[in-house]
């Protein structure tokens, strides 16, 4: 049983977090460097980007974490320390300071960075603001911490689930950052997760590596993978439970409790896409297998021609069945049946690969919800996959017309 | 020599061409059949869309085609005739009232539908407009052809030139339509080239299928593969040059005309595509081989973080590094150098992978003009690409959100 509780990222026994303005930002009101604290060395893994030019921080967490531990997170936005020539310097400068506020090892912090891309990252206000950072740390501050690693962000996101392993109450939870250039490809956005349930570092490696292939990396806001993807997770073991060290019915739970956490996540992400208006689950069943079914899922969210008739209500399935022609699976288009659906009720648009006659009216009615479920059948396979998306609005190209101002 | 020249389709020799309203599409003002017509039986070759959902006419066309030989195209707006269960039967019907309207061979017709898929297209209005449209056929006709074919298209699109081949004056000149649903890989979008020249069947295909790799399939309004895409070339052989069949300096000629006309077209395709205020054109230069090149360009010309920039004029360099991070291409950071190019001078904004210090304003200002190049060097190889493309603005979410009323 996984049960749904409060408390993000601090929900899990043993972990503090907060968030503050330091200054990176000129908006005052706006919060800019956030951290999560263990109260012990926990296990710690951790999936990045694929883009190949990556983000300081990427690099320096990398190492960081090559040994499998972590005890602290420390996450700024308003800039993504990226294609910056000092930008390692400043990464590790912000671990040494962030170690050294915490008396903890530079060597088991996650740094993490978000903003624009290629202006340098002038680490006196992360210096003056690590005081007030570390000082406001609290088992109630994952709300604070979810704030302040918003850039275009509407809403926080946070999430947290209980859970049993051995007769042990367990806790997991998260928080991430979304909106823009969200296309993971391998990893995704910011997201970092916290438990305490106990599992080594190799298990926990491995059970997110998995978890994101079906999760993040079916997730799309814009096709733009970024520079500065990430997901950590960190298990300090305070639960209690005997040490998952290998597959079995504990892991199998506790990757039902990642997986509960991480599409949470995922939907909070693509319905909070920059600009969108609605939230968009592409479910793809009948495939010949898994990887066509995937294919299939992420080409069609990721069409701009159908984000922009969601936005607009409009059911032009043809542009569905476009997007699955052009996405490099082999299927046969006659096999191919959409209907979409939303709280409004369900309606069938295509069959067998062609139009069949439907209400106009009651489509427009199904779609000028702000969750749509667009059902793709491909065939009479067994294979499924999902894929979350948003629809493509005037917003995000305002928001993206001058977002450095 | 190639010299531009004016009559689109009908600059060369034996060409006629005409549009009409045929009742296809509501608004009276608004025509929807295009016919272009050789005085003989041409020499013909075209290139089709990839997308495996095709339009019926594509599966007409080629086999009408097989035999290298085509005499007249005909093509309406406002309907695709894609994903409809008697979309052949449709489209050969169309051939045949076009056969036999103009007293030739309905397998000498090249066919071509573009305008909403999935549904259902009544013959009834073809049937009683191709009186008129035959009728209607002139040596003068290109421009109200080139009418026809435009479905969110702003501005008909024409180019034609003039050549010597063996002392021959010859001509060849195209039509397009572009807009949306344009990311050609293969073919592209409806293009229509018409040339006097004599050249063979099979060194025709070979022009066409080798200029398109660097021409259409290197624009991109949108991502989003079309299922009716194509570009067909007619060569009637009435300039009476000696007829080009193998490769040598009468090839080397057709070549830079043809390529002449396409890449004019790929600029008037990307610049009037749906919604857009600029023409992009991103070339990528010192890469260590063409597929690198090529794949950077296209990869910039297809972000909606950078489309979205360029369309707010801010000079967010960032997003190009990104492009080209997640592009693919084995490349290092550390050698990328860009700069923004428009009439109003150039500005470099990165180099070695890093910013460098430069004038926001001046910067401003050469991104406010409507025609931007974006200039790559990837390192110091000797290949180099040119792709074109154009901004993500809100008009072309607002023509996208309902694009079917």
């Known amino acids: ?77 308003g800039n993504a320390n990226t294609c910056n020539a000092n930008g390692i310097e400043i990464a590790e400068e912000m671990s040494v300071l962030a170690a050294e506020a915490l008396g903890i090892s530079k060597d088991d912090i996650i740094i993490a960075s978000t903003g624009v ?26 709300h604070i911490a979810s704030e302040a ?55 926990l490696a491995k059970a997110l ?20 993807d990430m997901v950590s997770i960190m298990a300090n073991g305070l639960a209690g439970n005997d040490e998952i060290t ?52 992420k080409s069609v969210i990721c069409s701009s021609l159908l984000k922009s008739a969601m936005f607009g209500a409009d059911a032009n399935w043809g542009r569905v069945l476009c997007a699955i022609g052009y996405s490099g699976v082999d299927i046969d288009p006659s096999d191919i049946s959409v209907s979409f659906r939303s709280s409004e009720g369900e309606i069938m648009v295509c069959k067998d690969g062609s139009g069949v006659d439907f209400s106009e009216e009651k489509a427009k009615q199904i779609l000028l919800q ?7 059948s491909a065939g009479s396979g067994k294979y499924s996959a999902t894929a979350w998306g948003c629809d493509l609005t005037y917003d995000y190209v305002k928001i993206n017309g001058d977002y450095r101002s």
Do not use: W
Request: proline share 2%; net charge negative.
């Open 209 to 228: 590596s998995t978890d994101v292939q079906d999760t993040f990396n079916m997730t799309s806001v814009d096709g733009d993978t970024s520079t500065n």
């Open 246 to 297: 290998a597959e079995g019915e504990d892991f199998d739970i506790f990757m039902k409790a990642l997986n509960t956490i991480t599409i949470a996540l995922c939907k909070m992400i693509a319905g909070d896409g920059e600009g969108a208006t609605k939230l968009l689950e592409c479910v793809v069943t009948g495939a010949e297998d898994k990887e066509t079914a995937k294919t299939i899922a």
């Open 370 to 376: 702000n969750e749509i479920y667009i059902l793709i």
């Open 149 to 203: 690693i918003m850039t275009t962000d509407t809403v926080p996101k946070e999430i947290a689930v209980e859970f049993t392993l051995g007769g042990k109450v367990c806790h997991m939870g998260g928080i991430a950052k979304g909106s823009g250039m969200i296309h993971p490809n391998m990893a995704t956005m910011l997201v970092f997760i916290t438990t305490d349930a106990n599992i080594s570092s190799a298990m």
């Open 1 to 77: 049983m996984i049960k749904l509780i409060e408390g993000g990222v601090c929900a899990a026994k043993g972990y503090k977090a907060n968030g503050v303005h330091c200054g990176i930002r000129k908006n005052h009101s706006k919060k800019d460097l956030a951290m999560i604290v263990s109260d012990v060395v926990s296990n710690a893994a951790a999936v990045y980007t694929t883009n190949l030019v990556k983000g300081a921080p990427i690099t320096v967490t990398k190492q960081h974490i090559s040994d499998g531990k972590a005890q602290a997170v420390i996450c700024n936005s």
């Open 117 to 142: 891309i290629g202006q340098k990252l002038d680490i006196s206000p992360i210096k003056s603001g690590i005081g007030p950072l570390v000082e406001g740390l609290s088992y109630e501050g994952s």
